[in-house]
């Protein structure tokens, strides 16, 4: 069965200090690897997508790393904001057919206080 | 470019009234659409997929329907709501062959 399990479940960090979020998978066959980044009562927004071959990719403050050996990745946040405190899901998706699947981690609850 | 929307935002409702949420894309055509519930400390759950008009897959056996009357509308239904039916349900599209979801604004429905 496809799993994605996010640690840790929650995290709260002061401003301007760094956080890494943590994605363990088990989805195959593998195609590509997203974190989404969740306000509170909104929809997901998409922060980054990786596929097989890559093994880091950046979007302004957010470093995501993906270790397909291992099945695992990692969002670092750098010098966070206020704003950045959301809910960061790991979606993974498998590569079966033309209608493929997600599979979603639960998410980790970001608080950054002042 | 491309817009979705859901409409009610939040919605309460009593248990064994009907239900229907509406979802449109704009900007696009032939989209895949998606119906997800989000319930507390849970991950997206998928409920309903749909890959043209009136083609509608079901993942999960439950008190809940989806039809897609328009190439860019997606409804999802229920004749009778029950409390489990609580929960953030987001709707998303996806250009076909593209890798991106891309998800609304989400409806918040606590049944009473």
């Known amino acids: 069965k496809n799993q994605v399990e996010q640690s840790p479940q929650s995290l709260i960090i002061l401003e301007g200090k760094n956080c890494t979020l943590q994605?363990?998978?088990?989805?195959?066959?593998?195609?590509?690897l997203r974190w989404y980044k969740q306000d509170t009562g909104r929809g997901p927004v998409s922060l980054t997508i990786m596929t097989f071959s890559e093994n880091t990719k950046s979007n302004g403050r957010y470093t995501a790393t993906l270790d397909a050996d291992t099945k695992q990745s990692s969002l670092h946040i750098t010098a966070s904001q206020l704003s950045d405190s959301a809910s960061y899901i790991c979606v993974v998706s498998d590569s079966g057919g033309s209608n493929y699947k997600l599979t979603f981690g639960k998410g980790t609850l970001l608080t950054v206080n002042p | 470019s491309q817009t979705i929307h859901q409409w009610p935002a939040t919605l309460v409702q009593p248990v064994g009234s009907p239900l229907s949420l509406e979802c449109t894309v704009e900007g696009t055509s032939n989209p895949n659409l998606y119906w997800y519930r989000q319930a507390a400390g849970r991950g997206l759950q998928l409920l309903f997929y749909s890959v043209g008009i009136g083609q509608i897959s079901s993942e999960v056996p439950q008190n809940l329907s989806a039809s897609r009357p328009q190439d860019r509308q997606f409804i999802l239904s229920s004749k009778k709501l029950l409390l489990s039916d609580s929960g953030f349900y987001l709707c998303?599209?996806?250009?076909?062959?593209?890798?991106?979801?891309?998800f609304g604004p989400g409806t918040r429905l606590t049944v009473l």
């Open positions: 998303a599209w996806r250009a076909g062959g593209a890798d991106t979801q891309y």
């Open positions: 994605c363990n998978y088990t989805v195959s066959p593998f195609s590509n």
